[in-house]
Antibody, heavy 121, light 110 residues
Framework: EVQLVQSGAEVKKPGESLKISCKTS????????IGWVRQMPGKGLEWMGI????????RYSPSFQGQVTISADKSISTAYLQWSSLKASDTAMYYC??????????????WGQGTLVTVSS | QSVLTQPPSVSAAPGQKVTISCSGS????????VSWYQQLPGTAPKLLIY???KRPSGIPDRFSGSKSGTSATLGITGLQTGDEADYYC???????????FGGGTQLTVL
């Protein structure tokens, strides 16, 4: 059974750093693209970026380029999303997702349960 | 502001049919496959339709998808109260070189 299990909710202050994780199981981690999707409170879904753990090819959506870093550790089948300096506007639910095929046919067949990040002073 | 435009809300009575539109351009829907996702309240989204009109296993045939030109449509027949959710379209945008979602449509089953 394919599973994407994300790390727990976080409460941070503006300016702090953060790294959230997505532990995968039930499939070959290095054979599928993993992505991150943001959902701000009461708002819609936004693609942030994707990574191919097989070769660490990483691509960011224009709005998130330079704002976050996506990485993966093949040895533990885990993907990460990190911020170096959080802002209040980063408050959102973050989903890790698995792409069924190639990036330009972005079909998400599995979703993590989401990690709620709250940034407040 | 998403590059894919969906109506903010639609509603219909139980047992009826509803359609949800997703309008884009030649750089996204016009030349790429469309997927649809259902997000029930308080849960992660779920894949409903992929490749414009294919259903993953386990998705009932009450859900259908179609595409024409630069627009796509999700259809739901035999509406149930359990279908109340937010629905999102998604595709690739060749100009942005990025995947995109529509703004989402809230379905109310009256």
């Amino acid at each position: 059974e394919v599973q994407l299990v994300q790390s727990g909710a976080e409460v941070k202050k503006p300016g702090e750093s953060l790294k959230i994780s997505c532990k995968t199981s039930g499939y070959s981690f290095t054979s599928y693209w993993i992505g991150w999707v943001r959902q701000m409170p009461g708002k819609g879904l936004e693609w942030m970026g994707i990574i191919y753990p097989g070769d660490s090819d990483t691509r960011y959506s224009p709005s998130f380029q330079g704002q976050v870093t996506i990485s993966a550790d093949k040895s533990i089948s885990t993907a990460y999303l990190q911020w170096s300096s959080l802002k209040a506007s980063d408050t959102a639910m973050y989903y890790c997702v698995r792409l069924r095929t190639v990036p330009d046919i972005p079909i998400v067949d599995y979703w993590g349960q989401g990690t709620l990040v709250t940034v407040s002073s | 502001q998403s590059v894919l435009t969906q109506p903010p809300s639609v509603s219909a009575a139980p047992g009826q049919k509803v359609t949800i539109s997703c309008s884009g351009s030649s750089s996204n829907i016009g030349n790429n496959y469309v997927s649809w996702y259902q997000q029930l309240p308080g849960t992660a989204p779920k894949l409903l339709i992929y490749d414009n009109n294919k259903r993953p296993s386990g998705i009932p045939d009450r859900f259908s998808g179609s595409k024409s030109g630069t627009s796509a449509t999700l259809g739901i027949t035999g509406l149930q109260t359990g279908d109340e959710a937010d629905y999102y379209c998604g595709t690739w945008d060749s100009s942005l070189s990025a995947a995109v979602f529509g703004g989402g449509t809230q379905l109310t089953v009256l």
